[in-house]
C-alpha cells in the first residue's frame, strides 16, 4: 500500500497547475482563485512547470516580469494570460528602466512553449539614452513562443537626441542557435517613441516565424521590421528568415518628428525587410506612412532576398508605394524579390523627386512586379528609379493610372523621365503586355476602398500563362480566380460578383433584374438561388433541379430538399429555414441524407430536424458570403 501511495503522490504532482494573480491579492496567499498572489513575479518565482497557467485578474501591476521557466512539446505551454473578461495591466509609470538591451516589461531570456496572452502593457519610458525599454522583449534561445492579443502602448524613449531605441515587441535572436516558432498575433501596438529602432521587430538568428493580424500605428519610427546583417548574432546566421507577414493593418508611421532622423524626414516604412529573406508580405493593409513596403538592406554587400510581397493594400502612403534597394551607392542590395497581385493608391501625395507608387533605388537586381495595380495621385508619379546598378528586373501585366491621363504617366530612370507608358515601355522594354486605364476600385468620397468594380479592367486581365496553384488567396482569403483568369491587383472579384457581370453585364450588376431576389426569367428561382446551384437566371428553360418532398421517420413527417451545388460558386451556402407563421424564418439544423457526384455535378439532399406540423413550415435559402 505504501508503494501504491507514493506513485499516486508522484502522478499529482506532475499535474499541471492553474494559478491566480490579483492586484488585491497578497503574495503570502495559496495561489488559488480564491486565494490569489499579489503579483506576477511571485507566480514566476513559485517554480512554474510545463502545462502550468498563470491567470491574472483586471487591475493595475507596476513590476518587470522575467519568465525563467519553460514548457515542453510533452508537457504543454506555461501560459501568462488575463482573466476572461478582464485586462490585467502591466504599467511602468513609477519603474526605471534598466540601462541595459535585455530589458523589457515581459521578458523572455533562453525559454520555450510560453504564452502571453490579453494583457496592457503602458507607459514605460525612459530618457535614458542608454536604456532601451521593450514592451515583451524575447532574447537568447527563444522557441515556441505566442504572443496573442496584448495591448501595448507608450512605451517610449524620449531623449532628446533621438539616438536611442526602444520596442514595442522584439525577438533578437543572438546566438549561434535560432529562435524559431515565433507567433506574435492579435497585437495592438501604439504611440511608441523608438529613435532608430521599431514598433515590433524580429532581428538575427530568427526562423519559422508568423507575424499576423497584429495593428500597429502612431509609432515614429517603422512599425514592423524584419533585419539581417546588423551584428545581432554570429554572421553566419545573422539574417531573419523563412516567416509570414499577414493580414496586419499599419498606419500613422512617420518620422518626420523623430529627432534621429531630424525635422521633416519622412523614412519610416510601414512593413520593412532590412536584409532578411525568404519572407512572405501579404495581405496587409499598410497606409498613411512614410513608405508603405521597404525591401532594403542597409548594409554594403549584403542583400534582402527572395521576398514576396503579394495582395496588399497599401495607399496615402508618403513619399512611396513599395521602395527597394540600399538608400545610397555605399548600402546593401534588394535580390530576387517578387511583387505581384497588390493594389497601389495615392503613394505619391508630396510629389517629391525620390516619391512614386514605386521607388528603385540602389542595386535593385531580378526582382519581379507583375498583375499589380498602381493608382498614383494628383502627382502623377508612377514609377522612379533613384540610383545605378538596377539590373535583370521585370515588369508586365501591371495595370497603372494616374489622374492627369496617359501622356502626363511620369517615369523616371536615373534621372531621364519619359511621360506616358507608352515612351517608359520604349525607352526602358519593360511594361510590354501592361496597359492604362482606370483600375475602378469601390472608394466612395473620403473612404478608400481598394476592391474591385466588376467594371474594372483589372478583370480578368492577368497573364493566361499564371498558373494559379491550389491555395493562393486574395487580399479578402478568396480563390485567387473567380473569372476565366485572375484579376489584377489585390482584389480578386466575388465569386457572385463576377458571376453577375457574366450574366448581366458588366455595366448592369447594379440594375434592378440583377438584385440577389430578383427572377428575371420568372422559373421561381431567384437570381442568387439560380447562382448557388448553377441555373440560367435569363432562361426559364435551364431548370435550377430542385426538388422538394417529405419523408416520413417513426411515423412523423419531415420536409427534404435535394439541390445542386454549383462547383463555381465557391462563396454560396445553403441554409434551411423555419418559420411558424410564414413571417419570421429562423435557420434550423438539417440532416444530411445524400450526396451524389456525377459527371462533376454535386446534388445533395437534406432533411429538417424537426417535424413538419400545422404551424410549421420550411424553405431553402441560399446566401453569399461578403
Same mark, same amino acid.
Given at each position: 500500500?505504501?508503494?501504491?501511495?507514493?506513485?499516486?503522490?508522484?502522478? %499529482?504532482?506532475?499535474?499541471?497547475? $492553474?494559478?491566480? *494573480?490579483? &492586484?488585491? !491579492?497578497?503574495?503570502?496567499?495559496?495561489? +488559488?482563485?480564491a486565494s490569489p498572489w499579489k503579483t506576477i513575479g511571485r507566480a514566476v518565482s513559485a517554480g512554474l512547470r510545463p502545462g502550468d497557467t498563470v491567470v491574472v485578474r483586471g487591475g493595475v501591476y507596476s513590476?518587470?516580469?522575467?519568465?525563467?521557466?519553460?514548457?515542453?512539446?510533452?508537457?504543454?505551454?506555461?501560459?501568462?494570460?488575463?482573466?476572461?473578461?478582464?485586462?490585467?495591466?502591466?504599467?511602468?509609470?513609477?519603474?526605471?528602466?534598466?540601462?541595459?538591451?535585455?530589458?523589457?516589461?515581459?521578458?523572455?531570456?533562453?525559454?520555450?512553449?510560453?504564452?502571453?496572452?490579453?494583457?496592457?502593457?503602458?507607459?514605460?519610458?525612459?530618457?535614458?539614452?542608454?536604456?532601451?525599454?521593450?514592451?515583451?522583449?524575447?532574447?537568447?534561445?527563444?522557441?515556441?513562443?505566442?504572443?496573442?492579443?496584448?495591448?501595448?502602448?507608450? %512605451?517610449?524613449?524620449?531623449?532628446? $537626441?533621438?539616438? *536611442?531605441? &526602444?520596442? !514595442?515587441?522584439?525577438?533578437?535572436?543572438? +546566438?549561434?542557435?535560432?529562435?524559431?516558432?515565433?507567433?506574435?498575433?492579435?497585437?495592438?501596438?501604439?504611440?511608441?517613441?523608438?529613435?532608430?529602432?521599431?514598433?515590433?521587430?524580429?532581428?538575427?538568428?530568427?526562423?519559422?516565424?508568423?507575424?499576423?493580424?497584429?495593428?500597429?500605428?502612431?509609432?515614429?519610427?517603422?512599425?514592423?521590421?524584419?533585419?539581417?546583417?546588423?551584428?545581432?548574432?554570429?554572421?553566419?546566421?545573422?539574417?531573419?528568415?523563412?516567416?509570414?507577414?499577414?493580414?496586419?493593418?499599419?498606419?500613422?508611421?512617420?518620422?518626420?518628428?523623430?529627432?534621429?532622423?531630424?525635422?521633416?524626414?519622412?523614412?519610416?516604412?510601414?512593413?520593412?525587410?532590412?536584409?532578411?529573406?525568404?519572407?512572405?508580405?501579404?495581405?496587409?493593409?499598410?497606409?498613411?506612412?512614410?513608405?508603405?513596403?521597404?525591401?532594403?538592406?542597409?548594409?554594403?554587400?549584403?542583400? $534582402?532576398?527572395?521576398?514576396?510581397?503579394?495582395?496588399?493594400?497599401?495607399?496615402?502612403? +508618403?513619399?512611396?508605394?513599395?521602395?527597394?534597394?540600399?538608400?545610397?551607392?555605399?548600402?546593401?542590395?534588394?535580390?530576387?524579390?517578387?511583387?505581384?497581385?497588390?493594389?497601389?493608391?495615392?503613394?505619391?501625395?508630396?510629389?517629391?523627386?525620390?516619391?512614386?507608387?514605386?521607388?528603385?533605388?540602389?542595386?535593385?537586381?531580378?526582382?519581379?512586379?507583375?498583375?499589380?495595380?498602381?493608382?498614383?495621385?494628383?502627382?502623377?508619379?508612377?514609377?522612379?528609379?533613384?540610383?545605378?546598378?538596377?539590373?535583370?528586373?521585370?515588369?508586365?501585366?501591371?495595370?497603372?493610372?494616374?489622374?492627369?491621363?496617359?501622356?502626363?504617366?511620369?517615369?523616371?530612370?536615373?534621372?531621364?523621365?519619359?511621360?506616358?507608358?507608352?515612351?517608359?515601355?520604349?525607352?526602358?522594354?519593360?511594361?510590354?503586355?501592361?496597359?492604362?486605364?482606370?483600375?475602378?476600385?469601390?472608394?466612395?468620397?473620403? $473612404?478608400?476602398?481598394?476592391?474591385?468594380?466588376?467594371?474594372?479592367p483589372a478583370v480578368d486581365a492577368c497573364n493566361p500563362a499564371r498558373v494559379v496553384v491550389a491555395g493562393e488567396l486574395d487580399f479578402d482569403s478568396r480563390w485567387r480566380v473567380t473569372g476565366l483568369r485572375?484579376?489584377?491587383?489585390?482584389?480578386?472579384?466575388?465569386?457572385?460578383?463576377?458571376?453577375?457581370?457574366?450574366?448581366?453585364?458588366?455595366?448592369?450588376?447594379?440594375?434592378?433584374?440583377?438584385?440577389?431576389?430578383?427572377?428575371?426569367?420568372?422559373?421561381?428561382?431567384?437570381?442568387?438561388?439560380?447562382?448557388?446551384?448553377?441555373?440560367?437566371?435569363?432562361?426559364?428553360?435551364?431548370?435550377?433541379?430542385?426538388?422538394?418532398?417529405?419523408?416520413?421517420?417513426?411515423?412523423?413527417?419531415?420536409?427534404?430538399?435535394?439541390?445542386?451545388?454549383?462547383?463555381?460558386?465557391?462563396?454560396?451556402?445553403?441554409?434551411?429555414?423555419?418559420?411558424?407563421?410564414?413571417?419570421?424564418?429562423?435557420?434550423?439544423?438539417?440532416?444530411?441524407?445524400?450526396?451524389?457526384?456525377?459527371?462533376?455535378?454535386?446534388?445533395?439532399?437534406?432533411?429538417?430536424?424537426?417535424?413538419?406540423?400545422?404551424?410549421?413550415?420550411?424553405?431553402?435559402?441560399?446566401?453569399?458570403?461578403?
Amino acid at each position: 500500500m505504501a508503494l501504491a501511495a507514493w506513485w499516486l503522490c508522484g502522478a %499529482i504532482s506532475a499535474l499541471a497547475g $492553474t494559478y491566480y *494573480v490579483s &492586484a488585491s !491579492g497578497l503574495n503570502s496567499n495559496a495561489g +488559488t482563485e480564491a486565494s490569489p498572489w499579489k503579483t506576477i513575479g511571485r507566480a514566476v518565482s513559485a517554480g512554474l512547470r510545463p502545462g502550468d497557467t498563470v491567470v491574472v485578474r483586471g487591475g493595475v501591476y507596476s513590476e518587470f516580469v522575467r519568465v525563467t521557466a519553460s514548457g515542453s512539446a510533452a508537457g504543454g505551454r506555461i501560459t501568462f494570460k488575463n482573466y476572461p473578461g478582464e485586462v490585467p495591466i502591466l504599467d511602468g509609470t513609477t519603474l526605471t528602466v534598466p540601462p541595459e538591451q535585455d530589458s523589457g516589461a515581459f521578458l523572455l531570456s533562453g525559454v520555450s512553449y510560453v504564452t502571453i496572452q490579453g494583457f496592457e502593457i503602458r507607459n514605460y519610458t525612459t530618457t535614458d539614452p542608454l536604456a532601451s525599454p521593450v514592451g515583451i522583449h524575447m532574447t537568447g534561445v527563444v522557441r515556441n513562443i505566442d504572443i496573442r492579443n496584448n495591448h501595448i502602448h507608450h %512605451i517610449q524613449n524620449n531623449d532628446p $537626441t533621438g539616438e *536611442v531605441t &526602444a520596442h !514595442g515587441i522584439a525577438v533578437y535572436g543572438s +546566438t549561434a542557435t535560432s529562435c524559431r516558432d515565433i507567433i506574435i498575433d492579435g497585437n495592438h501596438l501604439h504611440d511608441l517613441v523608438t529613435g532608430w529602432s521599431e514598433a515590433l521587430v524580429l532581428n538575427g538568428n530568427v526562423e519559422r516565424f508568423e507575424v499576423t493580424n497584429n495593428t500597429v500605428h502612431d509609432c515614429n519610427n517603422i512599425g514592423i521590421d524584419f533585419i539581417g546583417w546588423e551584428g545581432t548574432a554570429p554572421a553566419a546566421v545573422d539574417q531573419v528568415r523563412d516567416g509570414v507577414c499577414r493580414g496586419n493593418t499599419v498606419y500613422n508611421i512617420t518620422s518626420t518628428t523623430n529627432p534621429a532622423y531630424g525635422a521633416g524626414n519622412y523614412a519610416a516604412g510601414g512593413i520593412y525587410c532590412d536584409g532578411a529573406t525568404r519572407v512572405v508580405i501579404e495581405q496587409n493593409r499598410v497606409h498613411h506612412c512614410d513608405i508603405g513596403i521597404e525591401l532594403a538592406s542597409e548594409h554594403q554587400g549584403k542583400s $534582402t532576398s527572395f521576398i514576396t510581397v503579394r495582395c496588399n493594400f497599401i495607399y496615402e502612403n +508618403t513619399t512611396g508605394g513599395i521602395y527597394l534597394g540600399g538608400y545610397n551607392s555605399r548600402k546593401g542590395t534588394s535580390e530576387n524579390c517578387t511583387v505581384e497581385f497588390n493594389s497601389f493608391w495615392n503613394n505619391d501625395a508630396f510629389g517629391w523627386d525620390g516619391s512614386a507608387e514605386v521607388v528603385f533605388q540602389y542595386y535593385v537586381m531580378n526582382c519581379s512586379f507583375q498583375h499589380n495595380v498602381f493608382h498614383s495621385g494628383a502627382y502623377n508619379r508612377q514609377m522612379v528609379v533613384l540610383g545605378t546598378g538596377c539590373t535583370g528586373n521585370v515588369m508586365d501585366w501591371n495595370l497603372w493610372y494616374c489622374p492627369g491621363g496617359a501622356g502626363a504617366a511620369y517615369y523616371e530612370w536615373e534621372g531621364a523621365g519619359a511621360l506616358g507608358l507608352a515612351a517608359w515601355r520604349a525607352a526602358r522594354g519593360l511594361e510590354v503586355n501592361s496597359k492604362f486605364g482606370n483600375p475602378k476600385f469601390t472608394s466612395t468620397g473620403t $473612404t478608400v476602398d481598394l476592391h474591385l468594380l466588376p467594371t474594372s479592367p483589372a478583370v480578368d486581365a492577368c497573364n493566361p500563362a499564371r498558373v494559379v496553384v491550389a491555395g493562393e488567396l486574395d487580399f479578402d482569403s478568396r480563390w485567387r480566380v473567380t473569372g476565366l483568369r485572375a484579376d489584377l491587383g489585390a482584389d480578386e472579384l466575388p465569386p457572385y460578383l463576377a458571376w453577375k457581370a457574366a450574366t448581366f453585364g458588366a455595366a448592369n450588376t447594379g440594375a434592378a433584374t440583377a438584385a440577389d431576389n430578383a427572377d428575371p426569367d420568372k422559373d421561381g428561382s431567384v437570381n442568387v438561388m439560380e447562382y448557388a446551384m448553377g441555373s440560367g437566371a435569363l432562361s426559364a428553360a435551364a431548370k435550377s433541379g430542385l426538388t422538394q418532398g417529405v419523408v416520413l421517420l417513426s411515423g412523423k413527417r419531415y420536409a427534404t430538399f435535394t439541390y445542386p451545388v454549383s462547383a463555381a460558386a465557391k462563396d454560396a451556402t445553403f441554409v434551411v429555414e423555419a418559420s411558424t407563421d410564414l413571417k419570421t424564418w429562423v435557420a434550423e439544423p438539417v440532416v444530411e441524407t445524400g450526396r451524389v457526384v456525377s459527371g462533376g455535378v454535386t446534388v445533395v439532399t437534406v432533411r429538417g430536424s424537426q417535424p413538419l406540423g400545422l404551424d410549421r413550415f420550411y424553405r431553402l435559402r441560399a446566401q453569399v458570403s461578403p
